[in-house]
């Protein structure tokens, strides 16, 4: 998952000001210009009203990234966000073989990597979790590489 850009909202009646507040927020993320407070308003709205990713599902496990949950044949998982970001990379493409980095990506939004211990402690914590629930999706090393979703 990659960070969102940030959207700044500039509510002002001239050309003029618009002009200038482009110029100050030139590359910062996404600008919204707007003569007054309520069309702002309106078009935030259009853009908060699109429904999100569909959950993922892998046999009898779901994942809903945007609400930050996980259930295992329709059982609450209780996964930190880490680990159910994890889990849903991995889930999204099983099979795959996901490297440390890619997934420290993933899970940590891009922070800086500072190499596999992090992502190792997750997956240890995410295997353990899984196997008291009775799940039967297994997370699989990959040696020297990272690891991938085994479904059931």
């Keep these: 998952m990659s960070p969102s850009p ?38 935030l709205g259009t853009l908060t009203d699109r429904p999100g990713p569909e959950p993922i599902r892998l046999g009898r496990l779901t994942i809903d990234l945007p609400q930050l949950t996980a259930t295992w044949a329709d059982q609450p998982l209780r996964l930190t966000v880490h680990e159910l970001r994890v889990l849903g990379a991995l889930a999204q493409h099983p099979g795959r073989v996901w490297t440390y980095r890619q997934l420290h990506d993933e899970a940590w939004e891009r922070t800086f990597f500072t190499g596999p211990a992090a992502v190792q402690s997750v997956v240890k914590r995410l295997r353990r979790k ?21 479904p059931e």
């Design 130 to 150: 899984l196997r008291a629930a009775g799940a039967t999706v297994k997370v699989e090393a990959v040696r020297g590489l990272g690891f991938r979703v085994a």
């Design 6 to 43: 940030p959207v700044v909202v500039c509510i002002t009646e001239t050309q003029e000001d618009r002009a200038r507040l482009a110029a100050m927020f030139d590359g910062v993320g996404v600008l919204v210009m707007a003569s007054d407070a309520a069309s702002a308003s309106s078009f």
